[in-house]
Protein backbone atom coordinates (compact mmCIF):
# COMPACT_ATOMS: atom_id res chain seq x y z
CA UNK A 1 0.00 0.00 0.00
CA UNK A 2 1.39 3.66 -0.66
CA UNK A 3 2.05 5.43 1.80
CA UNK A 4 3.11 9.26 1.51
CA UNK A 5 6.03 10.37 1.61
CA UNK A 6 5.61 12.18 4.99
CA UNK A 7 5.49 8.66 6.45
CA UNK A 8 7.48 6.55 4.42
CA UNK A 9 11.39 5.34 4.79
CA UNK A 10 13.69 8.14 4.13
CA UNK A 11 15.92 6.90 1.58
CA UNK A 12 19.53 8.44 0.83
CA UNK A 13 17.98 10.36 -2.09
CA UNK A 14 15.12 11.76 0.00
CA UNK A 15 17.73 12.92 2.58
CA UNK A 16 20.12 14.34 0.15
CA UNK A 17 17.21 16.62 -0.73
CA UNK A 18 16.57 17.69 3.28
CA UNK A 19 20.07 18.21 3.75
CA UNK A 20 20.32 20.89 0.44
CA UNK A 21 17.08 22.30 1.47
CA UNK A 22 19.16 25.08 2.64
CA UNK A 23 21.97 25.42 0.23
CA UNK A 24 20.30 23.89 -3.10
CA UNK A 25 23.99 24.37 -5.13
CA UNK A 26 25.21 21.14 -4.26
CA UNK A 27 28.73 22.26 -3.83
CA UNK A 28 30.64 24.66 -1.85
CA UNK A 29 30.31 27.82 -3.62
CA UNK A 30 28.17 30.85 -2.28
CA UNK A 31 25.72 32.77 -4.46
CA UNK A 32 28.50 35.59 -5.88
CA UNK A 33 30.78 32.44 -6.57
CA UNK A 34 28.01 31.00 -8.95
CA UNK A 35 27.09 34.42 -10.40
CA UNK A 36 30.68 35.02 -11.70
CA UNK A 37 31.36 31.65 -12.77
CA UNK A 38 28.16 31.80 -15.21
CA UNK A 39 29.30 35.29 -16.33
CA UNK A 40 32.72 34.01 -16.96
CA UNK A 41 31.52 30.73 -18.87
CA UNK A 42 28.53 32.02 -20.37
CA UNK A 43 29.34 34.95 -21.36
CA UNK A 44 27.97 35.73 -24.45
CA UNK A 45 24.51 35.21 -23.23
CA UNK A 46 23.17 33.00 -26.04
CA UNK A 47 24.82 29.81 -25.30
CA UNK A 48 23.46 26.30 -25.56
CA UNK A 49 24.33 24.97 -22.22
CA UNK A 50 24.44 21.09 -20.81
CA UNK A 51 25.02 19.95 -17.34
CA UNK A 52 25.84 16.65 -16.58
CA UNK A 53 24.34 15.51 -13.32
CA UNK A 54 22.60 18.38 -13.00
CA UNK A 55 20.33 17.51 -10.09
CA UNK A 56 17.18 19.45 -9.39
CA UNK A 57 18.93 22.30 -12.54
CA UNK A 58 20.33 24.92 -10.04
CA UNK A 59 23.00 25.88 -12.47
CA UNK A 60 20.83 25.94 -15.29
CA UNK A 61 17.89 27.45 -13.68
CA UNK A 62 19.76 30.93 -12.55
CA UNK A 63 21.34 30.75 -16.12
CA UNK A 64 18.30 30.75 -17.99
CA UNK A 65 16.30 33.14 -15.43
CA UNK A 66 19.69 35.91 -15.64
CA UNK A 67 20.13 35.28 -19.44
CA UNK A 68 17.11 35.43 -21.92
CA UNK A 69 19.17 34.12 -24.84
CA UNK A 70 20.39 30.84 -23.29
CA UNK A 71 18.92 27.38 -23.80
CA UNK A 72 19.72 24.62 -21.83
CA UNK A 73 19.54 20.77 -21.63
CA UNK A 74 19.87 18.24 -18.46
CA UNK A 75 20.98 15.22 -17.52
CA UNK A 76 19.98 12.84 -14.58
CA UNK A 77 19.56 9.88 -12.86
CA UNK A 78 16.91 11.37 -10.37
CA UNK A 79 13.37 11.18 -11.42
CA UNK A 80 12.43 13.39 -8.04
CA UNK A 81 15.10 16.05 -8.82
CA UNK A 82 14.55 16.38 -12.43
CA UNK A 83 10.74 16.98 -11.18
CA UNK A 84 11.90 19.62 -8.92
CA UNK A 85 14.07 21.14 -11.67
CA UNK A 86 10.60 20.77 -14.31
CA UNK A 87 8.75 22.50 -11.15
CA UNK A 88 11.18 25.27 -10.32
CA UNK A 89 11.24 26.16 -14.34
CA UNK A 90 7.84 26.71 -14.86
CA UNK A 91 7.80 29.09 -11.33
CA UNK A 92 10.46 31.30 -13.67
CA UNK A 93 8.77 30.96 -16.90
CA UNK A 94 11.83 29.30 -18.18
CA UNK A 95 10.85 26.30 -19.21
CA UNK A 96 10.41 26.14 -22.90
CA UNK A 97 14.18 27.02 -22.34
CA UNK A 98 14.60 23.85 -21.00
CA UNK A 99 14.96 19.98 -21.87
CA UNK A 100 15.66 17.54 -19.03
CA UNK A 101 16.88 13.73 -19.51
CA UNK A 102 16.03 11.16 -17.20
CA UNK A 103 19.84 8.99 -18.01
CA UNK A 104 22.53 8.47 -16.63
CA UNK A 105 25.36 11.11 -17.37
CA UNK A 106 27.34 9.14 -19.15
CA UNK A 107 24.68 7.71 -21.20
CA UNK A 108 23.55 11.01 -22.78
CA UNK A 109 23.92 11.91 -26.22
CA UNK A 110 23.21 14.79 -28.51
CA UNK A 111 23.28 15.49 -32.15
CA UNK A 112 23.84 19.15 -31.46
CA UNK A 113 27.22 20.23 -30.03
CA UNK A 114 27.31 22.67 -26.93
CA UNK A 115 28.77 26.16 -26.03
CA UNK A 116 29.16 25.54 -22.77
CA UNK A 117 29.20 21.95 -20.48
CA UNK A 118 28.78 21.90 -16.41
CA UNK A 119 29.18 19.22 -13.95
CA UNK A 120 30.33 20.38 -10.31
CA UNK A 121 30.67 17.49 -7.77
CA UNK A 122 29.47 14.49 -10.29
CA UNK A 123 32.53 13.77 -11.25
CA UNK A 124 32.43 10.63 -9.05
CA UNK A 125 29.71 9.46 -11.65
CA UNK A 126 32.39 9.29 -15.09
CA UNK A 127 35.05 7.89 -12.39
CA UNK A 128 36.99 11.12 -11.95
CA UNK A 129 37.90 14.80 -13.07
CA UNK A 130 39.52 13.78 -16.34
CA UNK A 131 36.83 11.44 -17.35
CA UNK A 132 34.59 13.96 -16.53
CA UNK A 133 36.47 16.08 -18.76
CA UNK A 134 36.65 13.65 -21.56
CA UNK A 135 32.73 13.23 -21.59
CA UNK A 136 32.41 16.75 -21.79
CA UNK A 137 34.62 17.11 -24.69
CA UNK A 138 32.36 15.00 -26.33
CA UNK A 139 29.40 17.21 -26.50
CA UNK A 140 31.46 20.57 -26.43
CA UNK A 141 31.28 22.99 -29.95
CA UNK A 142 34.69 24.81 -31.00
CA UNK A 143 35.27 27.55 -28.82
CA UNK A 144 33.03 26.10 -26.04
CA UNK A 145 33.43 26.24 -22.51
CA UNK A 146 33.61 23.66 -19.44
CA UNK A 147 32.51 24.55 -16.32
CA UNK A 148 33.53 22.11 -13.69
CA UNK A 149 33.67 21.58 -9.69
CA UNK A 150 35.69 18.98 -8.05
CA UNK A 151 37.27 18.45 -4.59
CA UNK A 152 41.41 18.56 -3.73
CA UNK A 153 43.55 17.97 -0.96
CA UNK A 154 44.89 21.53 0.61
CA UNK A 155 47.07 19.12 3.29
CA UNK A 156 47.86 15.43 3.04
CA UNK A 157 44.44 13.43 4.03
CA UNK A 158 43.77 11.15 6.60
CA UNK A 159 42.90 7.71 5.33
CA UNK A 160 39.10 8.02 6.32
CA UNK A 161 38.90 11.01 4.55
CA UNK A 162 40.54 9.45 1.37
CA UNK A 163 37.78 6.92 1.80
CA UNK A 164 34.65 9.15 2.16
CA UNK A 165 35.82 11.75 -0.38
CA UNK A 166 37.56 10.22 -2.67
CA UNK A 167 42.07 9.78 -4.38
CA UNK A 168 42.47 13.90 -4.91
CA UNK A 169 45.20 15.21 -5.63
CA UNK A 170 46.70 18.81 -4.65
CA UNK A 171 45.68 21.66 -6.22
CA UNK A 172 48.56 22.34 -8.42
CA UNK A 173 48.84 18.33 -9.33
CA UNK A 174 45.09 18.95 -10.15
CA UNK A 175 45.83 21.92 -12.57
CA UNK A 176 48.87 20.37 -13.74
CA UNK A 177 46.84 17.14 -14.83
CA UNK A 178 44.21 19.10 -16.87
CA UNK A 179 46.47 21.16 -18.40
CA UNK A 180 48.31 18.12 -19.65
CA UNK A 181 44.91 16.37 -20.70
CA UNK A 182 44.31 19.31 -23.33
CA UNK A 183 42.99 22.46 -21.51
CA UNK A 184 43.61 25.72 -20.68
CA UNK A 185 41.29 27.70 -17.60
CA UNK A 186 40.54 31.04 -18.17
CA UNK A 187 38.84 31.44 -14.91
CA UNK A 188 38.74 29.54 -11.46
CA UNK A 189 37.63 29.96 -7.90
CA UNK A 190 39.06 27.93 -5.39
CA UNK A 191 36.05 27.93 -2.52
CA UNK A 192 37.10 29.97 0.80
CA UNK A 193 36.88 28.48 4.28
CA UNK A 194 33.69 30.29 4.87
CA UNK A 195 32.06 28.67 1.75
CA UNK A 196 33.12 25.47 2.92
CA UNK A 197 32.28 26.03 6.83
CA UNK A 198 28.47 27.22 5.27
CA UNK A 199 28.16 24.29 2.83
CA UNK A 200 28.92 21.80 5.68
CA UNK A 201 26.92 23.83 7.98
CA UNK A 202 23.67 24.05 6.08
CA UNK A 203 23.86 20.10 4.83
CA UNK A 204 24.03 18.86 8.02
CA UNK A 205 22.19 21.02 10.04
CA UNK A 206 19.22 21.10 7.68
CA UNK A 207 19.19 17.06 8.66
CA UNK A 208 18.87 17.64 12.38
CA UNK A 209 16.61 20.26 12.03
CA UNK A 210 14.16 18.18 10.15
CA UNK A 211 14.46 15.03 12.63
CA UNK A 212 14.09 17.60 15.38
CA UNK A 213 10.63 19.12 13.43
CA UNK A 214 9.65 15.47 12.95
CA UNK A 215 9.49 13.90 15.82
CA UNK A 216 6.50 11.41 15.32
CA UNK A 217 8.53 10.26 11.60
CA UNK A 218 9.85 6.71 12.10
CA UNK A 219 13.19 7.43 10.58
CA UNK A 220 13.58 10.79 12.84
CA UNK A 221 16.16 9.27 15.01
CA UNK A 222 18.31 7.59 11.99
CA UNK A 223 18.43 11.09 10.22
CA UNK A 224 19.20 13.27 13.51
CA UNK A 225 22.06 10.08 13.58
CA UNK A 226 23.13 11.05 10.25
CA UNK A 227 23.32 14.69 10.87
CA UNK A 228 25.48 13.55 13.78
CA UNK A 229 27.59 11.49 12.11
CA UNK A 230 28.50 13.46 9.19
CA UNK A 231 28.72 16.90 11.10
CA UNK A 232 31.61 14.86 13.03
CA UNK A 233 33.29 13.43 10.22
CA UNK A 234 33.78 16.99 8.79
CA UNK A 235 34.49 18.27 11.99
CA UNK A 236 37.46 15.48 12.69
CA UNK A 237 38.35 14.03 9.35
CA UNK A 238 38.59 16.40 6.59
CA UNK A 239 37.86 20.17 7.51
CA UNK A 240 41.46 21.20 8.14
CA UNK A 241 42.04 19.16 4.48
CA UNK A 242 39.44 19.19 1.66
CA UNK A 243 39.12 21.89 -0.81
CA UNK A 244 36.90 22.45 -3.78
CA UNK A 245 37.93 24.11 -6.48
CA UNK A 246 35.69 25.03 -10.06
CA UNK A 247 37.01 25.97 -13.17
CA UNK A 248 36.48 27.91 -16.54
CA UNK A 249 37.92 25.77 -19.30
CA UNK A 250 38.59 25.69 -23.13
CA UNK A 251 40.06 23.65 -25.39
CA UNK A 252 44.16 24.40 -25.94
CA UNK A 253 44.95 24.78 -29.62
CA UNK A 254 46.29 21.86 -30.95
CA UNK A 255 45.31 19.40 -28.24
CA UNK A 256 43.48 15.96 -29.40
Known amino acids: MFRPWHTAPVNREQMSHIAHSEHPIKSPLDDDSVRRLLERGLPTGE ?123 DLATTLDRVVADGWTPVDGHVSTRRELDDYEWACWGSLAAWALDHPGHPDSAQVLETATARRTEWLRDYRDTFGFVSLVLRRTPGSA
Open 47 to 169: ERVLDLGCGSGEWLLRALAARPGVHAEGVDISEDALARAADAARGLGVQDRLVLHHLKAEEFVSEEPFDAVLSFGAAHAFGGLLPTLAAARGHLAPGGRVLIGDGFWEGPPSQEAVGMLGNFT
